[in-house]
């Protein structure tokens, strides 16, 4: 019996959950790229893709997302068990 691949663990900013009262700041997801993973965070929170996502699809420009500490696209494969951080841009002068 073939085993199921390990769930990404995506991991939200309080920024962003504070939008969805019910969502968790981790969540386990599973995806072989960084547009599967935002497919099926939309499906456990409904409407977030639209706080990830903007036209094109792209990631928001305020928004960085890392795959196991690299800097990722859309495009970007997420490993069996990898680590996915949403984080938002910060900025300062």
């Known amino acids: ?45 409904p409407g977030i893709r639209t706080r990830l996502l903007d036209a094109g699809p792209v990631i928001r420009t305020h928004l960085n997302v890392f795959v196991a500490g690299a800097r990722a696209t859309l495009e970007t494969p997420v490993p069996p068990g990898a680590d996915v951080h949403v984080i938002p841009a910060v900025s300062g002068g």
């Open 1 to 45: 019996m073939a085993e199921s691949p390990r769930p990404a663990i995506v991991h939200l900013p309080r920024s962003l959950v504070a939008l969805f009262p019910d969502a968790p700041r981790r969540i386990e997801v599973t995806g072989v790229t960084v547009a599967e993973v935002v497919d099926q965070l939309d499906r456990q929170v």
